[in-house]
């Protein structure tokens, strides 16, 4: 079974300064997909980025960008310019290749400050 | 239109009592799933069904039952209520079984057993 390992503390970030999100996953499988989504306090569920494990690059989506570190089983989220609606809960998720398992990490909780 | 809705999005009552949660999405999708968010954030696979069909049962108690009548809703019965389902229920959808895409959130049912 994968694991998904979020551990920061809850992190207080500029607005307008960048913020990196840590993340790393345990799993066996060599194919997989790894997600980010955004939890505001209003509780729904935004999808913010994937990244297949076969992606050469890292995927990036206006303001966000995850820097995947393979060898490292990390998925770091980073957001860049943080604005005052950044503040959220972020999840990190994981789902192996042909499997309808999408596990999440237990999430980071991010205040932008003005 | 709402790609992924549940009702009721509030839902309180005692222990004992049987409930249900409605799911419908309108995106055509396939696949479909439960989530359970407890109250420190952390989300954790419930069941999965593709076109009608359980998948994922993911050691769920008995008093948890899904139903599928199609493949574009899927339902949560949970018969006498214990305190500890107080948490927020999140129905998603995917186009495919096992595809590498991300999963879509319906807007999650808090439901609050006294």
């Known amino acids: 079974a994968q694991k998904i390992t979020q551990t920061q503390p809850g992190m207080f970030v500029q607005e307008k300064e960048a913020v990196t999100l840590d993340c790393t996953y345990d799993t066996s499988d060599q194919s997989y997909g790894l997600f980010w989504y955004k939890q505001p306090s209003s509780g729904e569920m935004i999808f913010l980025i994937y990244?297949?494990?076969?992606?050469?690059q890292n995927a990036t989506e206006g303001r966000y960008s995850l820097n995947f570190q393979k060898a490292r089983k990390s998925a770091n989220l980073v957001i860049s310019a943080s604005q005052l609606g950044d503040s959220a809960m972020y999840f990190c998720?994981?789902?192996?290749?042909?499997?309808?398992?999408?596990?999440f990490g237990k999430g980071n909780q991010v205040v932008v400050i003005p | 239109d709402t790609a992924v809705s549940q009702t009721p999005k509030y839902l309180v009552t005692q222990m004992g009592n049987d409930k249900s949660i409605k799911c419908e999405q309108n995106?055509?999708?396939?696949?479909m799933y439960w989530y359970k968010q407890d109250s420190k954030k952390f989300l954790k696979i419930m069941f999965s069904?593709?076109?009608?069909?359980?998948?994922i049962n993911e050691t769920v108690p008995n008093r948890f039952s899904p139903k599928s009548p199609d493949k574009a809703h899927l339902n949560l019965h949970i018969n006498s209520l214990e305190l500890g389902d107080s948490a927020v229920y999140f129905c998603a959808s995917s186009p495919r079984q096992g595809d590498t895409g991300e999963l879509f959130f319906g807007e999650g049912s808090r439901l609050t057993v006294l």
């Open positions: 990244q297949g494990s076969y992606d050469e």
């Open positions: 998720a994981m789902r192996p290749y042909g499997n309808n398992r999408l596990a």
């Open positions: 069904y593709n076109n009608k069909e359980l998948i």
């Open positions: 995106l055509g999708h396939d696949t």
